[in-house]
């Protein structure tokens, strides 16, 4: 049987119990006195005894807890009322029990190491989630300047008091973008020896990170403190690793009055400077790409025309999808080296389209260039260009027209010659459109082609079209799938008469471009020849044309 004390109403059995449990027990009545107290709660908290009120003797938030506490109609455990607070450096949770004389029993549990995991898992969480939150923001644009901003901003805001992100040297200047918390991020161009700050010339090499411990804050030289900083009291200093080659370095400052970076923060940041170093290789690497692919495009796009020796040349050019600049239709005008010999004119297409197609036009173009010495004989040229691309890796074949053009009197000799292309159009005074009489074999594709060369004579005002299919096979109108054909071609070429060649070329693109809409097409080009009904004087760059003269 068990007996139980009247006074207190503790059970003395169970008294002796909790007197030797192995964790901190306290049992105080509804007015906040202390009944038992046993040898661990004794340890735990010195000047809790029996007959001392609480709220000498526990911490605040456990004699708050206790007189908030209700003493329910029976008695038994209410977990709803768990609560939890410091003691000295360990962290408790509190569990009261209501006993039936109307005492409450207290045992506490260190949950110190509970707490500590726990804060490390919301730890982990946070920083996994902002990894992910800056390889988006990161990731989402391939502007290295850009790139380069959102690091410092990020690593100023989460990681230290301020930031800086440094690239690879350019010439003798290292670029700098520097963040501050809470401000906006600043570029610079600084002409210094990155060796100057301990640990950073060798970041920009790709070594690993030196220790926090070895670097010491007060050596950072006045380019890495930001204005108004004050004292630097800890600084990081790690590499943002790239695709092969370094994308260069992060600095990390801290105030001295902050915490000095841990080990584990250390860790964090190289974590979080792999990601940057990622985003910002790409975009280096995007933007070098980009360079490279800018000059080729220049490179391979059709020139401006204009008048050469007398004669008009316009030209025009549309790739098959807007967002490219080049494609397979291409053309040329090679003025004639010496005064008086005919100027040569290349329009061609090759089979395909976009950046594949480009190419075999630039190697067309510059085939044609070196034989421009044979320029008076289409045929010959011809021969050696399909033997030049029979000879090549390329599987691809083309079709183009030649055509010479010489100023005779008020005149303009023709001689043209086409390879498998769309025969040139000849636009009369009169508004008759005739087509010059040439036929021949495409380039690349067999071994023995032939070509019949046509010789025509353009009268003050007529002119010469050379076109591509892509104008005349554009598909649109009104049901989106006719053909604008050859036809169409030639009723808008007979309204051109004695138009200037840059408007006959506008001319001709504003239709097929009204034709297909926003649909789909073929590349197209186009090149008019004209004889100008008068002599222009050259102005001073030899180029623009001058007054009129009869």
């Known amino acids: 049987m068990t007996s139980t004390n009247a006074e207190s109403g503790i059970d003395v059995q169970a008294g002796s119990l909790w007197s030797r449990a192995p964790y901190p027990v306290l049992l105080a009545d509804l007015q906040g006195a202390l009944v038992l107290v046993n040898e661990a709660a004794g340890a735990l908290l010195p000047r809790a005894r029996p007959g001392a009120l609480m709220a000498d003797a526990v911490p605040a938030w456990l004699s708050s807890a206790h007189a908030a506490l209700r003493v329910p109609r029976q008695a038994g ?13 360990r962290v408790f949770e509190a569990h009261p029990t209501i006993q039936d004389g109307g005492t409450v029993l207290w045992w506490l549990v260190d949950a110190t190491d509970h707490r500590l995991v726990q804060e490390a898992l919301r730890m982990e969480r946070e920083r996994t989630a902002f990894l992910g939150r800056a390889s988006n923001l990161l990731l989402s644009s391939l502007n290295l300047d850009r790139c ?19 690239a690879p040297l350019r010439g003798t200047r290292l670029p700098v973008v520097t963040c501050l918390r809470g401000e906006s991020p600043a570029a610079s161009s600084q002409s210094v020896d990155p ?22 804050p007060a050596a950072a030289p006045d380019w890495v403190v930001p204005e108004e900083f004050g004292p630097v009291g800890s600084m990081v200093i790690t590499p943002l690793p790239g695709h092969g080659v370094p994308a260069g370095a992060l600095i990390l400052l801290r105030r001295s009055g902050s915490a000095a970076f841990t080990e584990e923060e250390e860790v964090f940041a190289r974590l979080f400077a792999a990601r940057a170093g990622a985003a910002m290789s790409a975009a280096r690497l995007y933007a070098d790409q980009s360079a490279i692919a800018d000059v080729l495009m220049r490179e ?53 389209k976009g950046l594949e197609a480009a190419v075999l036009t630039g190697k067309i173009r510059n085939t044609l260039h070196a034989l421009l010495p044979l320029a008076d004989d289409h ?18 074949f083309a079709t183009m027209v030649l055509a010479s053009a010489v100023r005779e009197g008020r005149s303009v000799r023709m001689r043209v010659t086409s390879a498998g292309h769309p025969a040139p159009l000849v636009v009369r005074t009169g508004g008759t459109v005739e087509e010059a009489d040439t ?39 009104p049901l989106g799938d006719t053909m604008f054909s050859e036809a169409r071609l030639r009723r808008a070429l007979a ?46 760059n030899g180029h623009t044309r001058g007054r009129f003269t009869a």
């Open 77 to 89: 455990v209410d977990r709803s009322v768990v609560v939890s607070g410091e003691v000295g450096e």
């Open 148 to 166: 380069m901003d959102d690091t410092a901003q990020l690593a100023a805001e989460h990681l230290a008091d301020a930031a800086l992100v440094v």
């Open 195 to 216: 060796d100057d700050v301990p640990g950073l010339g060798e970041a920009l090499q790709g070594f690993p990170p030196v220790p926090t411990r070895w670097v010491d």
């Open 300 to 352: 391979l796009l059709p020139p401006s025309l204009h008048q050469v020796s007398g004669v008009d040349f316009a030209g025009g050019y549309r790739p098959s999808e807007d967002h490219q600049r080049i494609g397979g239709d291409f053309y040329d005008v090679h003025p004639a080296v010496t005064e008086g010999d005919p100027s040569l004119v290349v329009l061609g297409d090759v089979c395909g």
């Open 379 to 396: 045929q010959r040229m011809l021969s050696l260009l399909n033997i030049a691309l029979l000879n090549s890796h390329h599987t691809r």
């Open 439 to 477: 036929r021949g074999t495409l380039v690349g594709a067999i071994p023995d082609i032939r070509a019949d060369t046509a010789d025509f004579v353009l009268a003050p005002g007529e002119t010469c079209v050379l076109y591509t299919d892509g104008i005349t096979e554009a598909r649109g109108g």
């Open 495 to 540: 309204e051109c008469v004695g138009m200037p060649a840059e408007s006959i070329v506008e001319h001709i693109q504003m239709l097929a471009a009204q034709w297909v809409g926003k649909g789909q097409h073929d590349d197209m080009a186009v090149v008019v020849i004209s004889a100008p009904r008068s002599h222009h004087l050259s102005a001073v």
